[in-house]
């Protein structure tokens, strides 16, 4: 049940994200993330907090990466951001959450970085807007994240 709330949650988050001014979708996911977090896992609200700033941080230098590099490599651009964002987020949380191996750090990366590819889908679209990429990027790096750092790592699919 708790990773239906999940989901819910991140949808929701990615929703609020798409339409919060400049850089406040970072915030919005890392509150997300870090109440889920402090409710399933043993972490200092302290912790919490700084992850939230690094999720700040993870996001703000992922948009400023997209916005440079979009002239220069096009689409290319938001799989790029995708990289800066989730290897930030892998690292602050391997750093303040949980020891993760250099290969989960490696599968948040790479997670991360096609799920970006949302983004580019987005633009696509009839209507232009990045609803779709913020909720799929959300959603994949979040239950990646979640599942990582997880001490009873079930099957995410599995509910319970």
Do not use: D, H, R
């Amino acid at each position: 049940m708790k990773k239906i709330y999940l989901a819910i949650s991140l949808v929701i988050s990615g929703i609020i994200s798409s339409y919060a001014p400049y850089l406040l979708a970072g915030v919005i996911f890392g509150v997300t993330i870090g109440i889920y977090i402090k409710l399933t896992e043993k972490t200092s609200p302290i912790k919490i907090i700084f992850w939230i700033l690094m999720s700040w941080f993870a996001y703000s230098l992922a948009y400023f990466t997209a916005f440079f590099l979009f002239n220069i490599i096009s689409i290319i651009a938001f799989i790029c951001a995708g990289i800066v964002g989730s290897a930030i987020l892998a690292f602050s949380t391997s750093q303040l959450v949980k020891k993760m191996s250099i290969k989960e750090i490696f599968i948040i990366i790479v997670v991360g970085s096609i799920s970006g590819i949302a983004f580019i889908l987005s633009l696509f679209m009839k209507e232009p807007n990045l609803v779709l990429g913020f909720v799929i990027w959300q959603l994949a790096v979040g239950f990646s994240l979640t599942y990582l750092v997880s001490e009873n790592k079930q099957s995410i699919l599995q509910t319970e």
